[in-house]
């Protein structure tokens, strides 16, 4: 009767504790998140509490901001060039090490996915020393070439682990109706794994925006946006960095919408 009772105890406990860690990890991710975004509507120059009142001209400072402004079309151009050549080359690069099997299989898919792990600091040295034994002078060319570098691992183990589920009997179906290995690649392999392109894609113009060591050796004299928000934190917290970061919250939220319903919407086309 009491091993009855102490299993009933104990299980009772693990219905509550379970989801109670649940909602302590979210909180722990998102009550950061949360005074952000309120600080960034505070009418104070200190975010801090209590609540002064609220307002809006921190956003607006980031309309006049022209600073700010260059330096975000320089994050968006170098992300869209690093989300072209990085998707593009991991998928190529994805096909041989999922299909083939070769020699030193294993050695090179950790070569590939070396970059994942080393030190953006370490990175972004090699990097400069590189560019300067090419005598290739520092822009965004450099930086684009610096963030395909530590991204392109990313976007090959996505592609890689959607084509670990691909079935290639599509493959040979559509062989014997007569479709040569072009065609079948853009009407039957391609629309397939879209899905996790679109993904690699998304990680890769995110790891992109957010990247600053690397930026910061191999820059030259066009800042990023995370470049900029550094000087902005060099002296404290400014309330325009709050209304910046909330911007930049809601759009990757809304960039999350959009990856979440092509994925769905290629789904649905293949049903």
């Known amino acids: 009767m009491t091993v009855s009772i102490a299993k009933q105890i104990r299980r009772r406990a693990g219905r509550v504790f379970i989801p109670l860690c649940g909602v302590l990890g979210l909180a ?3 009550i950061p998140v949360f005074f952000l975004v309120l600080f960034s509507f505070n009418d104070h120059i200190i975010p801090s509490l209590p609540f002064r009142g609220f307002t809006l001209k921190w956003y607006e400072e ?9 330096a975000l079309y320089n994050s968006l ?3 869209f060039w690093t989300t072209l050549i990085s998707t593009t080359l991991g998928t190529l690069a994805a096909f041989p ?3 083939r099997s070769y020699r030193f299989k294993g050695t090179s898919q950790l070569l590939i996915l070396l970059p994942m792990i080393i030190p953006h600091f370490l990175m972004g040295v090699a990097l400069l020393i590189f560019f300067s034994f090419l005598h290739l002078p520092l822009s965004r060319l450099t930086v684009i070439l610096g963030h395909v570098v530590f991204t392109m691992p990313f976007a090959i183990m996505v592609v890689s682990t959607r084509l670990h589920g691909f079935d290639r009997t599509l493959e040979l179906a559509a062989a014997d109706l007569g479709a040569n290995p072009r065609r079948t690649f853009w009407h039957i392999v391609l629309p397939i794994i879209m899905p996790g392109i679109a993904g690699a894609a998304l990680l890769v113009f995110a790891l992109s925006m957010d ?3 690397i930026t910061y050796f191999v820059s030259g004299q066009k800042g990023t946006l995370t470049m900029y928000i550094w000087s902005l934190l060099k002296d404290g917290i400014a309330p325009r960095v ?10 990757s939220f809304v960039l999350l919408l959009v990856g979440n319903w092509l994925s769905s919407s290629v789904a649905g086309g293949r049903r």
């Open 28 to 30: 722990f991710l998102y």
């Open 62 to 70: 980031l309309g006049y901001d022209f600073v700010m402004h260059e």
């Open 77 to 79: 151009f170098i992300a």
């Open 97 to 99: 090490l999922v299909r």
């Open 211 to 213: 990247e600053f060591l």
């Open 242 to 251: 709050n209304a910046l970061a909330s911007v930049l919250l809601l759009a």
